[in-house]
């Protein structure tokens, strides 16, 4: 049972795999945290599949118990970002070739509605008014990045409606449901520019020239000034000691030009049922709180 706090507002943020919440939207959840708002992190798997990506950990110990490696370093992130988590229960699908199938029983290979019913159970218990998952494409084109993308707006939708799930409590409707926009190809760009024009060597521009041909990116429609909780996010980010190398990819870039240049985790507004910010946000103008249109509701609510 999840207790109140005091200025009513709730956050979930949906996720793959122990890191990700680290690696997407960390300073958001740290910053909403630290402002009193309930935030809840839903992670769908284990991440039982997932590679040991730095030497300095790569024992054979840890591989061997790799899943219970990833829940100490998720309880420790949580910790770091002054957040609540919950496994879902699933199990990582890995990231199989070109032609290999899904892993029996995988997370990305069960039925969406069936692997929906565990969030829309969360959903209704913890009456989050703000939910946050990747879009469609995933992100990137993690089998269980995508899924977990179905598996949210199929639970966000779901929880509301009473003829769906009816063992799994009272009906919840989200007011808005939000996709990352993180590391976008734009937020690469700006800082690989902004560190080449002050002569600090980047290791982003290999990585632009190689950006695969998508679909434009989403309009961004929501800027969540945060740059303050950069240092908590990298600490987060740290604490998956498996997944991430301390000097290498993400961790490389400058933290002060990275402030400079891009001092916000950005969103795009996928489904509102608020009046007024939300419905100018989709229109064109940018929102600056996840929860704008929603603060009186929830505070009149609280208690």
Known sequence: MFTRHPNGLRLLSVHAHPDDESSKGAATLARYAAEGVDVLVAT?????RGSVLNPAVDRPEVRADIARVRREEMAAARE???VRQQFLGFVDSGMPG?????PEGCFAARPVELAAAPLVALIREFRPQVVITYDETGGYPHPDHVMTHLVTVAAVEAAGDPELHPGLGEPWQV??????????RAWFQSLHEAMTERGVP?????LLTGWPDTPPALATTTRIACAEQFAVRDAAMLAHATQVQPGVAFMSHPRDIEREVWPTEDYHLARSLVPGP????????IETDLFAGLRAEAGAGAG
Not at 175 to 184: I, M, N, R, V, W
Not at 202 to 206: D, F, K, L, P, V
């Open 202 to 206: 980047s290791e982003m521009g290999e």
């Open 175 to 184: 007011p808005k449901l939000y996709y990352h926009l993180a590391l976008s």
């Open 98 to 102: 070109p032609d290999e199938p899904l």
């Open 278 to 285: 939300g419905e100018t946000a989709v229109a064109g103008e």
């Open 80 to 82: 770091i970002l002054g």
């Open 44 to 48: 769908c798997t284990g991440g039982e």
